[in-house]
């Protein structure tokens, strides 16, 4: 069956005839045809190598959810805080350990100093204490941080809190007679009241400009039974006592020479050389 093209005028969408849209064209029929008084009609070929949009396409959104931590996950601005803390409590450490052996180094200085000095050395010792187990905890707070853990406004404030002693500590100022009446408690008898002994000869005399001082060493009960009972004024001899008069003296000895262990490390008594070498031989006074 022969076909002839032919336009039919303005193209017409074909929406309006059979709703798809777009262009047509008519095909008419040369022949006699059963079917002569009909028309076909033929919608136009899908281009199948029309042009890709370039523009870009539109990726699914994530669930505003999702991207949230878990409840029991710390938020990262509250670890960051932790580790400013903890790098300030490790700083004030370094700096209170290095201003103790800076007193432990000193050799010579005036009584007056040496007693400041003591009792400042004291008093860093127990804020290096506190700082390190304040950096333990903030060590474990940072390594577990998937644990429940308190706030970071909790841990702040615990943060303030020591570091508010220890500025505390810091601007106190102990005078020199005040420092001078603290020792003179302690050590004329105070370290065993009511056990009529002589103390003195074994610690640091801050009626004496001078340090370190020379003192006798307390190193075993046995001489500091014989310093304090000597058998020439007819006390009797330490091998003639009791079992509990012996364990009573070694208790007392205890006592002092966990004492004359601190002075010494402090800088303020000495000893001869083969005791010196004797002291740090020692494995532990308690």
């Not at 047509?24 to 070929?45: D, I, K, R, Y």
């Not at 601007?171 to 004329?188: G, L, M, P, T, Y």
Request: with cysteine; net charge negative; glycine share 4%.
């Amino acid at each position: 069956m022969d076909f002839e093209l032919y336009e039919s005028g303005p193209l017409l969408p074909i929406g309006s005839q059979n709703g798809l849209g777009g262009p047509s064209l008519s095909l008419g029929s040369s022949g006699a045809s059963e079917n002569s008084n009909h028309v076909p009609t033929m919608t136009e070929p899908v281009n199948q190598w029309s042009p890709i949009s370039s523009a870009p396409t539109a990726l699914p959104t994530p669930s505003s959810t999702s991207s949230l931590p878990p409840k029991d996950t710390w938020k990262e601005d509250e670890i960051a805080q932790l580790r400013g803390e903890l790098a300030m409590e490790r700083e004030r450490s370094v700096r209170a350990e290095a201003e103790i052996q800076k007193l432990q180094n000193s050799e010579r200085l005036s009584a007056d100093m040496v007693v400041k000095h003591h009792i400042r050395s004291q008093e860093l010792e127990r804020e290096n204490q506190a700082l390190q187990k304040r950096n333990r905890e903030l060590e474990e707070a940072l390594n577990n941080p998937s644990k429940e853990q308190p706030s970071s406004s909790s841990a702040s404030h615990v943060a303030a809190r020591i570091k508010k002693e220890i500025l505390d500590d810091e601007e106190r100022q102990i005078s020199v007679e005040e420092a001078r009446d603290i020792w003179r408690k302690k050590f004329s008898g105070g370290i065993l009241p009511g056990k009529n002994l002589k103390l003195q000869c074994y610690f640091f005399d801050p009626s004496e400009n001078e340090a370190p001082q020379t003192v006798n060493d307390a190193s075993n009960s046995y001489i500091f039974y014989r310093n304090q009972r000597p058998a020439s004024k007819g006390y009797p001899k330490w091998n003639e006592l009791e079992s509990a008069e012996k364990e009573e003296w070694t208790k007392m000895w205890r006592v002092l020479r966990k004492e004359q262990e601190k002075q010494w490390k402090a800088g303020l008594i000495k000893f001869e050389k083969v005791v010196l070498f004797r002291m740090k031989k020692e494995k532990s006074f308690e």
